[in-house]
């Protein structure tokens, strides 16, 4: 059975940082991109960040662009979204998603995730 857990979210002040987890297990993720998403209270899920399988590409929301880092292990099998100078609209529950490489359309598409998990919330107060 394939489980996506997300983990590290919480309540930060303005400024502050927050360092989420994903870790992936159930099957084999070789060569998969890896993807965090949000989704805030009456909004839409948007994309904040993806990797792919190498961890030499990157992928970032201009929302968050130079504010977020997104980095793998796949020794671990875990995802990480490093979160700093966090900002109230970057309030949300943040979910982590598997790309299968059968997919080779846009990484920013949630459709084109397989695997997701339950989301962390991560609420930023001014």
């Known amino acids: 059975q394939v489980q996506v857990i997300e983990s590290g979210g919480g309540l930060v002040q303005t400024g502050g940082s927050l360092r989420l987890s994903c870790a992936a297990s159930g099957r084999t993720f070789n060569g998969y991109t890896m993807g965090w998403f949000r989704q805030a209270p009456g909004k839409e899920r948007e994309f904040v960040a993806a990797?792919?399988?190498?961890?030499?590409?990157?992928y970032y929301a201009d929302s968050v662009k130079g504010r977020f880092t997104i980095s793998r292990d796949n020794a671990k099998n875990t995802v990480y979204l490093q979160m700093n100078s966090l900002k109230p609209e970057d309030t949300a529950v943040y979910s982590c998603?598997?790309?299968?490489?059968?997919?080779?359309?846009?990484?920013?598409?949630?459709?084109?995730?397989?695997?997701w998990g339950q989301g962390t919330q991560v609420t930023v107060s001014s």
């Open positions: 998603a598997a790309r299968p490489p059968k997919y080779t359309g846009s990484y920013y598409l949630p459709r084109e995730y397989d695997y």
């Open positions: 990797i792919g399988w190498l961890g030499v590409r990157t």
